[in-house]
């Protein structure tokens, strides 16, 4: 057994996990953060994309024992109380969702194109970019159109804020 | 149209849940006590089961039991079966083989069910999985539909001799065959319809609850028609009486067809619940998907398209093998015969059509609907056609196309279908204007001067969705009706309930019923909620498949609206003192027409719940429930262009551009619609560039069966779509709608395909069309 201490969505949690438990069981089953979701056994899809230490990491893909000490936003934990963030505002607004089962990572992992790109983004580059996050429904148009729909309000929104 | 109203491109009421992560998928149910199930699976493809010992696997940790196919057939669990009857040409009907949802003395694929696990964890029930002893005597495997019909082919049910299950025929052969022997010209072609793995994100889940005290059974599942699970569970598996059995589909992370069906998976947790006392939950790996889930086309044809000397159609003849799998899956039969040969009249007047279909048992995972169903598979074979004879002919595909459109509705066609209405020539011609096509032959010569080869290709595809009216396809041979029911609950706040036997997966029922209830009665959709997915709610419903919601379910919620309206009208009247006809509804209240007078809506529900002032001898109260069973099916229809760059050196096509163009009659929401038209293409060009299912022909191992194997569309696969509306109203339902679940997925392949083979030359090229195959296929028509 491991023992994990991390920060979770601002909240700090201790447990007592099997040392093979993943960072997205340990979500899921001990926090009941159902949000995070998995869609593969591969680490292809991206659903269970989540924020650790400020980075998209796919929480299949890490041990809950590495995470341990670690700073995780979820999807949960992205919106500011009633206020969306504006990456799950955009997916709203442009219809960047249908079944929703992909959305949570796709988000997180917008969120996080977006941090890495303050010069902006192109269609290119996000279409690239969500290599490792896959919808079966929507055929990314509206995703795409979401997130630089987004990266433009919050560049704005920056904008904003510093003057 | 109001804002909020038809027509209005409302956002999703739903998507608050979905982006905050408050989505609540099967996985996410957690019930006391639960436990977890694992699954022990075939590795062969074929083999019988000499012996399975369990002994070791109970005795590892937190294992509550381990259940084999013998208990589970000693319980009287029922064999799965398919639900749609289909009888051979010598008037025989289908041979259906025996699938027990846990295999007993023989496995017939791999991935096939064996043994149950349930263990306190799924770690716990994985480990115990491994140490099941299961002795197979292996026997070889027939993979390919076509090999399986020969002589000496491995056999895999004794009921379907030479692993025939039907050999069916639909259509005038006589006269096809007149058609063929004094035609012109004859096109010829062998299209194969590769067999895909339909890969809804969310993974297939169950999770069973048996109360002993009520001898009742819960089962939430990840299912697209939750009253037919509970339906075919009771009557056909044996699990519970339905008054005992409750089914909850809830948020459903997908299903493009493959939740449909009833599966051993759900049938064996329910059992294990009461076998084992406790809450049983088995959530699907991504390899268990890829191996499980039922797949979808895999059609082999011959075809011959026979025209006269003014290049009109006179003839089409079809003969197409149909490879099911290893068992006949619930709805598997109607894919190739009645959602396929119906269809192979495309947008054209064909006087005379024969169609053979045979229907095939193979060592692989049961075939049945997938987006589209039949629909996919006619639609790729005449448009490939199409384009095919325009190309021997000389002539331009948009103007051979048209010269054959069927052009006055209804149009009677030779196979069963009746068109009631289209515009093919508008949407052609939107089509080629979005596209430019005219412009085509420019850009061809500058991506030659840059090196690159460049090709235009279209598709004209119809299809007929609903799937109804239920006596049509009671006559056809399918078990239940197809119809849909509602309940419009208006609470005595003025607020509203609508259930609906619709099923949203994705589909975003939960705003576009709303705006219709909101269309109707002015109440804002905030205060309409819809409630689906679950069998102790809702009256009873058939689910969401074949493009019906729309159609049919809506329809459905029209028809108790209209009753809603007419109680309320009468309220109105008696408390306005007014004549029932001169009442009208607008803007949420209801007036006295040309006075003053007027209701607001949350008082006239108040009204009818205090009934302390009723019209004499009515019910108090205001709830209304409907069933709807439509007149004819809906005909969808639309032209889809594709415009591709292939590098001759690396065989690496990309598309440029993709426009479409489709009439699905009138629209509630256009946002929700566009998104259903994106992700329908997006699924036909995965279909005709990057995916396939592939087994190895020896062993029968499905060798793309994870993410890392098959290729799933990713972003930077697609282009953006240009999409465009040219709709005639359905004249068959009250709304008009003909439904645009499917289109995507129908319209695209040939659309692609068509534009590739353009682009290298080479008409010979198989889906998908790999960077390799390209290549292989430009070095072919070099030399």
């Not at chain 1, 926090?31 to 292809?44: A, E, F, I, K, Y």
């Not at chain 1, 729909?149 to 920056?158: E, I, R, V």
Request: overall charge negative; aromatic content about 6%; some cysteine.
């Amino acid at each position: 057994m491991s023992d994990v201490v991390m920060t979770v969505n601002g909240r700090k949690v201790a447990a007592s996990v099997e040392d093979r438990t993943l960072l997205v069981h340990f979500l899921r089953e001990n926090l009941n953060l159902t949000g995070t979701h998995v869609g593969c056994d591969t680490s292809q899809c991206g659903a269970c994309v989540v924020h650790v230490d400020g980075k998209a990491v796919k929480s299949c893909t890490m041990l809950a024992a590495q995470a341990s000490g670690s700073t995780i936003v979820t999807i949960e934990g992205l919106a500011e109380g009633a206020e969306l963030h504006p990456v799950q505002a955009a997916f709203r607004e442009h219809h960047g969702l249908q079944c929703g089962f992909c959305t949570p990572g796709m988000i997180m992992a917008a969120t996080d194109m977006i941090r890495r790109h303050p010069e902006g983004l192109d269609e290119k580059t996000v279409r690239h970019e969500l290599e490792g996050n896959i919808c079966r429904c929507t055929g990314y148009h509206n995703i795409v159109k979401a997130i630089l729909a987004a990266s433009k309000a919050m560049a704005a929104g920056g904008e904003a804020k510093a003057a | 149209m109001g804002m909020e109203g038809i027509g209005a491109r409302v956002a999703r009421k739903e998507d608050k849940r979905f982006i905050t992560g408050g989505g609540r998928y099967t996985d996410d149910m957690v019930l006391p006590g639960m436990k977890h199930a694992v699954f022990v699976r075939s590795p062969h493809a074929h083999a019988d089961i000499k012996g399975i010992d369990v002994a070791e696997a109970k005795d590892m940790p937190g294992v509550v039991d381990v259940l084999t196919g013998r208990q589970l057939k000693a319980d009287g669990v029922g064999n799965l079966i398919c639900g749609w009857m289909i009888h051979s040409k010598d008037g025989s009907p289908m041979k259906m083989g025996a699938w027990s949802p846990l295999a007993v003395d023989r496995v017939r694929y791999v991935g096939d069910a064996v043994a149950i696990v349930v263990a306190d964890t799924k770690g716990q029930a994985r480990d115990a999985a491994e140490k099941v002893v299961v002795e197979y005597d292996e026997k070889d495997a027939v993979i390919v539909a076509a090999e399986a019909l020969k002589p000496g082919a491995p056999q895999l049910h004794p009921e379907a001799e030479n692993n025939l299950i039907f050999d069916w025929e639909l259509g005038d052969a006589k006269a096809t065959d007149e058609a063929l022997a004094k035609a012109a010209h004859i096109t010829k072609m062998h299209i194969v319809n590769n067999r895909l793995v339909p890969n809804a994100m969310e993974p297939r889940a169950a999770l069973a609850h048996y109360d002993k005290a009520e001898d009742h059974t819960t089962c939430w599942t990840t299912s697209q028609n939750p009253h037919v699970a509970r339906l075919v569970m009771s009557a056909f598996y044996n699990i519970a009486p339905e008054n005992k059995l409750r089914v909850i589909a809830p948020d459903v992370g997908g299903g493009f067809g493959s939740k449909i069906f009833i599966y051993p998976e759900e049938v064996v947790c329910c059992w294990a619940s009461k076998k084992t006392g406790v809450p049983v939950k088995w959530v699907a790996d991504r390899t268990e998907s890829f191996l499980t889930d039922a797949h979808g086309r895999d059609h082999v044809s011959e075809v011959q398209m026979a025209f006269d000397a003014d290049n009109r159609i006179i003839g089409l003849k079809v003969d197409t093998i149909a490879n099911f799998g290893a068992y006949m899956s619930l709805f598997s039969s109607s894919v190739p015969t009645y959602l396929y040969a119906t269809l192979l009249s495309g947008q054209y007047a064909i006087p005379a059509i024969h169609a053979n279909v045979r229907a095939v048992y193979t060592n692989t995972s049961p075939v049945d609907a997938y987006r589209g169903a039949g629909r996919p598979e006619a639609t790729y074979l005449v448009e490939r056609t199409m384009e095919t004879a325009a190309r021997e002919l000389g002539v331009s595909p948009a103007e051979l196309r048209r010269k054959n459109f069927v052009t006055q509705f209804p149009h009677q066609t030779p196979v069963i279908m009746c068109y009631d209405a289209g515009d093919y020539a508008a949407s052609l011609d939107a089509a080629m204007q979005a596209a430019d096509y005219a412009g085509f032959p420019a850009r061809r010569e500058e991506a030659k001067r840059r090196g690159k080869l460049r090709g235009i290709g279209m598709s004209n595809y119809i299809e007929a969705c609903g799937i109804a009216p239920s006596a049509a396809v009671g006559s056809l041979g399918a078990g239940v009706g197809l119809w849909e029911s509602a309940e419009v609950r208006v609470n005595a706040v003025g607020t509203i309930e609508v259930l609906t036997g619709s099923h949203s997966h994705g589909q975003g029922h939960e705003t576009t019923f709303a705006q219709l209830v909101n269309q109707r009665f002015g109440v804002p959709i905030d205060s309409v909620s819809i409630v689906h997915g679950d069998t102790d709610k809702v009256q009873m419903g058939m689910g969401t498949y074949g493009s019906r919601s729309g159609a049919v379910g809506m329809s459905a919620i029209v028809k108790a609206l209209d009753k809603v309206e007419a109680k309320a009208k009468k309220i109105a009247a008696h408390l306005m003192e007014a004549d029932e006809s001169d009442i009208v509804i607008e803007n949420g209240e209801l007036k006295v027409a040309g006075t003053d007078k007027s209701v607001p809506w949350f008082q006239l529900a108040l009204a009818a719940y205090t009934a302390h002032n009723l019209p004499a001898g009515m019910e108090p109260g205001l709830k209304e429930t409907a069933f709807y069973d439509p007149s004819n099916f809906t005909f969808p229809a639309g032209c889809y262009i594709c415009e591709v760059e292939v590098d001759p050196d690396t065989g690496v096509t990309e598309i440029i551009q993709f426009v479409a163009a489709d009439d699905f009659g009138n629209i509630i929401n256009p946002m929700i619609v566009e998104g259903q038209v994106h992700g329908g293409i997006a699924q036909g060009i995965g279909q005709s560039m990057l995916e396939g299912a592939h087994y190895d022909a020896g062993s029968g191992q499905l060798i793309t069966a994870s993410y890392m194997d098959y290729c799933m569309p990713r972003a930077d696969d697609l282009p953006s779509f240009q999409v465009s509306h040219q709709n005639t109203p359905c004249p068959g339902n009250p709304l008009g709608i003909k439904g645009c679940g499917e289109a995507g997925a129908i319209g695209s392949p040939p659309a692609v395909i068509n534009a590739i083979t353009d682009a290298i030359g080479n008409n010979d090229l198989l889906m998908p069309a790999t960077p390799e195959r390209v290549w292989a296929a430009i070095h072919v028509a070099k030399h």
